[in-house]
Structure formats: structure tokens, C-alpha cells
């Protein structure tokens, strides 16, 4: 089974702090993702990456950057985290082929105070 | 632009009652379709997919959904729910860019 694990569930920081999000992938994808979750509001992409160094903007990338330095793992860096990036964020990985599905973390719930 | 529209954000149901979630997508020439489920503090869960061939998929736990390419539509039904399965649905295309789209989610609650 294709293991996607972030490496906190919860995190809370305070306005302004510079945030790490860290993402690992076990199954070689190419394609690896950021997503934010609201409620009401679904996913929306943030950043994805399909190439290690290469990286690409979501719908959402105000605020955020990423980092691929490695095939397997993925950062989301809040540069001065803001109360409203509060949110539910989602790593994924995929095939580089379209018609296979993404596989997600179990997600961190992050606050920003 | 492409979307994906969901169009019940919450469907409660009685227990060993029979529900269908409902999904439409914008228009396109190629599309693969997806349903996850997310469990609570948990992330996504593949349930079933649609890439070819017959119109009416499978998936896990007892889902089915069917592909309705007139109707743009990817509605997804079990024909008798559990407890368990109260959770949060999403429907997600896969346009023929590589760009998937998911839907704001419907919240399944099954009553007892």
C-alpha cells in the first residue's frame, strides 16, 4: 500500500512564525501535491510539484511556497503565518499517469494564533 | 474553467436505507472520475473510480457509482447504508491535463 505520512497531526503557531509542513511518499510518485481543506469550501489546491525542483502553482498559492529537493518528500512553508491559514492542510502523491488516483495524508490540522 | 459541483453539502439517512450522493462535472472531451471518503481526522480513501469500458464502477464497502456521460454525472449510491458509513464524500475529476478538480464535499450522517 502507498504510504503518504505527514509528520505533525496538529501544530499550532503563532502569527507570524515561519511554518514547516513536511510531506513523505514511499511509493517512488512523481506527482506529489499541498491542499488546504475548509469546510464548505472542499480542497483547493495550493502548490504541486511533478518533478524533483520543479513545482507549480495551485489555485491558492498566496502565502505558501514549496520545496521538492528530494523525490519522495514535499514541504509547504508558510513564510509569516497569518490567522487566516488556519485550516486542515492534505499532502498527496500520484503515478504521473492522469487516470491514477492521488493518495493522501491523514492530514494537519494547523492553527495560527 | 473545470469544476466539479456536488450538489447536497449534507444528506442525513436512516440506517439500511438506501442513499445517492450526487456529482456533475463541467464538460470535456476525456475525463477520469474518482470518489473518496474521508473519516473523521483521517485523510482521503480511494472508494471507487471510473477510467473506461462498463459505465457502472464498484468500489469498496459496498459503493457503486455510475458514469452518465449525457448527463455529465458521476452519482455515487449504496443500496443499504451503515453507522459507519457516516462520513464526508468527495467527487473528483481528473481532466485530460492531468488537472484534478474535487467538489466541496457532501456530509453522509447515518441515524440509527
Known amino acids: 500500500d502507498v504510504k503518504v505520512t505527514q509528520s505533525s497531526r496538529y501544530l499550532v503557531k503563532r502569527t507570524g512564525e515561519k511554518v514547516f509542513l513536511e510531506c513523505v511518499q514511499d511509493?517512488?510518485?512523481?506527482?506529489m501535491f499541498w491542499y488546504r481543506q475548509d469546510p464548505g469550501l472542499g480542497l483547493r489546491l495550493i502548490y504541486f510539484?511533478?518533478?524533483?525542483?520543479?513545482?507549480e502553482k495551485g489555485d491558492i498559492p498566496e502565502g505558501y511556497s514549496v520545496s521538492r529537493e528530494k523525490k519522495e518528500r514535499f514541504s509547504l512553508i508558510l513564510e509569516s503565518a497569518s490567522t487566516n491559514q488556519t485550516s486542515m492542510y492534505l499532502c498527496?502523491?500520484?503515478?504521473?499517469?492522469?487516470?491514477?488516483?492521488?493518495?493522501f495524508g491523514d492530514g494537519t490540522r494547523l492553527s495560527i494564533l | 474553467a473545470q469544476s466539479v459541483t456536488q450538489l447536497d453539502s449534507q444528506v442525513p439517512v436512516f440506517e439500511e436505507a438506501p442513499v445517492e450522493l450526487r456529482c456533475n462535472y463541467s464538460?470535456?472531451?476525456?475525463?477520469?472520475l474518482f470518489w473518496y471518503v474521508q473519516y473523521p481526522n483521517q485523510g482521503l480513501q480511494l472508494l471507487l473510480k471510473?477510467?473506461?469500458?462498463?459505465?457502472l464502477v464498484k468500489g469498496i464497502n459496498g459503493f457503486e457509482a455510475e458514469f452518465n456521460k449525457s448527463q455529465t454525472s458521476f452519482h455515487l449510491r449504496k443500496p443499504s447504508v451503515h453507522i459507519s458509513d457516516t462520513a464526508e464524500y468527495f467527487c473528483?475529476?481528473?481532466?485530460?491535463?492531468?488537472?484534478?478538480?474535487f467538489g466541496a464535499g457532501t456530509r453522509l450522517t447515518v441515524k440509527p
Open positions: 498527496a502523491s500520484s503515478d504521473r499517469d492522469p487516470n491514477q488516483p492521488q493518495h
Open positions: 511509493m517512488d510518485h512523481e506527482n
Open positions: 510539484s511533478y518533478d524533483v525542483k520543479m513545482k
Open positions: 464538460s470535456s472531451v476525456s475525463v477520469y
Open positions: 471510473y477510467l473506461s469500458g462498463s459505465t
Open positions: 473528483a475529476v481528473t481532466y485530460n491535463n492531468n488537472d484534478m478538480r
